[in-house]
């Protein structure tokens, strides 16, 4: 019924103006046809109710064609004169009604409601839903459309959903207004649908993440629920209640600052999964020795705080609420003060610290806090979280050695948890095996391909790979993997790509080798450029091509195909 | 007593009773029925729509239905009875077309009221 709900709001509100027009012609009609008049001969008569009905139907609306059929006594014209108010009247009552009624708020929101609904529904690709817009998801939103990955957007405020109808996005991205504090919100959006992929939530306020999580689970337990938790408690009641995916970005910059510090290879090779070109800059390199001085023991600083333990390195934090700095662990050197006052940072040993992370949720702090410290030590390797992506002009104008953004972080790897969850996968796989394992990737990847490889991911099934599962399938012949190597135009010859990850069902396997074979089901992560990835797709899809680069020659057509070509 | 049930009640009844005045008389002879009762018992039926517009319940919706059956009934005889008298003429064959169409209004209206009344009844106050 919620559909109808619009088309009642039209009708409950022109039932007045019908009364009014419905008796005010009655009343008009009824008083033509009994008022005496005159033909042309001067003998009296009465109008029929056919000619009271058409006179008056031209009058109320103003049309005017005159009097009719014949002119008018002075009785009928002085009720014609009382009719022309009344009736004309209720004729702009009514017309007015429904211009008011087209501008009503209440109407046009369940319009919109109704045609969000429409969308949802016959939303037949899989989909992602967004709770909140801002410019994180609108950024997420706008890689996954490129992609061809739709989705829905909750926000609470109307104004950001006018601004969302304005945005360009490949694929069209419907949005409701509405608080997700109410459950029906989220089946409205279609959560109970199968094609419901993900349920993504990065608000600043874990607990906000927390309510979305819950109740997105409790609407479909099949969903996969992405959100982000900055607090350790909140990331814990959210893995008990099942979200699958609890996202920290402090943790992946304090897994940064290590990688950094350990082992640069890896740090490379993650920063080239989250889109980045596979080089080390000079900002990338923080100094390895000497003292680091933290500003801010909030949710960043605790996870630097682990980091850089786990690196071996010197630190001391500075942090201005006395609350905050209580919660440090026994043995932590914590000074209380403001970390942009030259005093507490001369008592900091600035002037021969090596490195100055500031860490604050305050961007503007943040930055006068690099600008005192340069001041003392113009040497000092400076380190800046940006918070708000807007505030970027400012911060590339400050000359600070490397700026975190904690947005593009997040921006980053939800993309990659939702388009590309292989190399999300990677990533995590990759850390386990040390930094000599990631100088020989890297080595692999820049031998091979170049500075900018790229990605694809891709499944061993009908629907990416019929040529490939059909072969095995009615030959059972094992095919190795190194079959999609091999280049379309000349089969001797290897295209320049790797197949860094194959995930079989459990088994995960790191950089196969070329004789490993296809099973299908298999999930590849390759590595290679936009030309290869088209190479590898033809071989996996097309018979020909795979006959080709098996065989080193054309297949032959079979008799029917040959008989069938020649009319 | 509802303010809302005595309009309601007040208008389908008074449509049914007038559809009755003008079809009770000899099917053939247009001079026992009135036109003014034509005309009174179109635009009580019209009102009587208008108030069942808008209901969203199950009843609602047929009584509607039943509401604008009886109003094409009437609309019917009227643009009968113009046609008759302004262009073929008003022969026998016109004259019960007029009042046949009223007469299956008519049945439409006993419809609406049978519903309405069940409807009364079957609430317990």
């Given at each position: 019924?919620?559909?109808?709900?619009?088309?009642?709001?039209?009708?409950?509100?022109?039932?007045?103006?019908?009364?009014?027009?419905?008796?005010?012609?009655?009343?008009?009609?009824?008083?033509?046809?009994?008022?005496?008049?005159?033909?042309?001969?001067?003998?009296?008569?009465?109008?029929?109710?056919?000619?009271?009905?058409?006179?008056?139907?031209?009058?109320?609306?103003?049309?005017?064609?005159?009097?009719?059929?014949?002119?008018?006594?002075?009785?009928?014209?002085?009720?014609?004169?009382?009719?022309?108010?009344?009736?004309?009247?209720?004729?702009?009552?009514?017309?007015?009604?429904?211009?008011?009624?087209?501008?009503?708020?209440?109407?046009?929101?369940?319009?919109?409601?109704?045609?969000?609904?429409?969308?949802?529904?016959?939303?037949?690709?899989?989909f992602i839903i967004f709770v909140g817009y801002n410019s994180m998801t609108r950024t997420i939103i706008d890689r996954l459309s490129k992609e061809g990955i739709r989705s829905v957007v909750i926000e609470k405020n109307e104004e950001k959903i006018k601004v969302l109808a304005l945005e360009d996005y490949a694929v069209e991205v419907p949005a409701l207004a509405g608080d997700i504090r109410d459950p029906k919100i989220f089946k409205i959006a279609g959560i109970h649908k199968k094609n419901c992929h993900a349920v993504v939530s990065l608000f600043n306020e874990d607990v906000m993440n927390l309510h979305v999580a819950l109740s997105a689970k409790l609407m479909n337990r099949h969903v996969m629920v992405v959100v982000e938790a900055t607090e350790e408690e909140y990331a814990q009641n959210l893995k008990t209640i099942g979200a699958d995916i609890v996202e920290n970005p402090f943790k992946i910059v304090a897994k940064r600052v290590y990688l950094s510090l350990k082992s640069p290879s890896l740090l490379m090779l993650e920063q080239w999964l989250y889109g980045d070109p596979l080089v080390l800059r000079k900002k990338d390199?923080?100094?390895?020795?000497?003292?680091?001085?933290?500003?801010?023991?909030?949710?960043?600083?605790?996870?630097?705080?682990?980091?850089?333990?786990?690196?071996?390195?010197?630190?001391?934090?500075?942090?201005?609420?006395?609350?905050?700095?209580?919660?440090?662990?026994?043995?932590?050197?914590?000074?209380?003060?403001?970390?942009?006052?030259?005093?507490?940072?001369?008592?900091?040993?600035?002037?021969?610290?090596?490195?100055?992370?500031?860490?604050?949720?305050?961007?503007?702090?943040?930055?006068?806090?690099?600008?005192?410290?340069?001041?003392?030590?113009?040497?000092?390797?400076?380190?800046?979280?940006?918070?708000?992506?807007?505030?970027?002009?400012?911060?590339?104008?400050?000359?600070?050695?490397?700026?975190?953004?904690?947005?593009?972080?997040?921006?980053?790897?939800?993309?990659?948890?939702?388009?590309?969850?292989?190399?999300?996968?990677?990533?995590?796989?990759?850390?386990?095996?040390?930094?000599?394992?990631?100088e020989k990737v890297v080595n692999l990847l820049k031998t091979h391909i170049g500075n900018n490889p790229e990605t694809m991911e891709t499944v061993v099934d009908e629907d990416h790979a019929y040529a490939l599962v059909r072969h095995i399938k009615d030959t059972g012949e094992e095919i190795p993997y190194s079959v999609l190597y091999r280049r379309r135009d000349d089969w001797r010859k290897e295209?320049?790509?790797?197949?860094?990850?194959?995930?079989?069902?459990?088994?995960?396997?790191?950089?196969?080798?070329?004789?490993?074979?296809?099973?299908?089901?298999?999930?590849?992560?390759?590595?290679?450029?936009?030309?290869?990835?088209?190479?590898?797709?033809?071989?996996?899809?097309?018979?020909?091509?795979?006959?080709?680069v098996m065989k080193g020659r054309a297949c032959e057509l079979s008799l029917s195909c040959k008989l069938s070509l020649d009319f | 007593m509802n303010m809302e049930k005595v309009i309601s009640g007040f208008f389908i009844i008074l449509a049914l009773t007038l559809n009755f005045g003008f079809f009770y008389g000899?099917?053939?002879?247009?001079?026992?029925?009135?036109?003014?009762?034509?005309?009174?018992?179109?635009?009580?039926?019209?009102?009587?729509?208008?108030?069942?517009?808008?209901?969203?319940?199950?009843?609602?919706?047929?009584?509607?239905?039943?509401s604008l059956v009886a109003d094409i009934q009437l609309i019917g005889a009227a643009s009968i009875w113009a046609l008759g008298e302004y262009v073929t003429g008003l022969n026998a064959e016109a004259v019960t077309a007029i009042i046949s169409f009223s007469g299956g209004a008519l049945l439409a209206n006993v419809v609406s009221v049978i519903l309405f009344t069940g409807d009364v009844l079957k609430s317990k106050r």
């Open positions: 019924m919620l559909e109808n709900n619009s088309l009642y709001l039209i009708i409950k509100r022109m039932r007045t103006p019908m009364y009014v027009l419905v008796v005010t012609f009655a009343i008009s009609i009824l008083g033509m046809v009994m008022i005496p008049g005159q033909d042309d001969q001067g003998r009296p008569y009465h109008l029929t109710f056919f000619d009271a009905f058409y006179f008056v139907s031209y009058m109320a609306t103003t049309i005017g064609f005159g009097e009719s059929p014949y002119e008018f006594t002075y009785p009928q014209r002085l009720w014609v004169g009382f009719c022309i108010y009344l009736t004309v009247i209720g004729w702009f009552y009514a017309i007015g009604s429904i211009i008011s009624l087209v501008q009503d708020k209440v109407l046009a929101a369940q319009i919109a409601f109704a045609q969000f609904q429409k969308k949802v529904k016959n939303m037949e690709e899989s390199k923080l100094p390895r020795e000497g003292k680091y001085i933290v500003c801010g023991y909030g949710r960043m600083g605790r996870a630097l705080e682990i980091g850089l333990k786990r690196a071996g390195i010197d630190y001391i934090f500075i942090e201005a609420s006395p609350e905050k700095a209580r919660k440090a662990k026994r043995g932590e050197k914590v000074i209380i003060g403001d970390a942009d006052d030259k005093k507490i940072l001369l008592k900091a040993d600035v002037q021969e610290a090596s490195c100055i992370i500031a860490a604050t949720k305050d961007d503007l702090l943040n930055l006068s806090i690099i600008m005192a410290a340069k001041r003392i030590n113009p040497d000092i390797y400076t380190v800046a979280r940006e918070n708000h992506i807007n505030d970027s002009v400012v911060f590339k104008a400050a000359k600070i050695d490397r700026v975190i953004m904690i947005e593009t972080l997040m921006i980053n790897k939800t993309y990659n948890i939702l388009a590309r969850p292989l190399a999300d996968r990677f990533i995590r796989l990759m850390t386990y095996r040390g930094e000599e394992w990631g295209n320049q790509m790797l197949i860094l990850y194959i995930r079989r069902g459990e088994q995960e396997i790191l950089l196969p080798k070329p004789t490993e074979p296809v099973k299908i089901g298999d999930e590849l992560l390759i590595a290679g450029s936009k030309e290869v990835f088209e190479d590898v797709e033809y071989i996996m899809e097309n018979i020909y091509e795979l006959y080709y | 000899d099917p053939t002879v247009l001079e026992q029925h009135n036109r003014y009762e034509l005309f009174a018992a179109i635009i009580i039926n019209l009102i009587a729509t208008i108030y069942k517009l808008g209901d969203k319940t199950q009843l609602g919706a047929v009584l509607l239905a039943t």
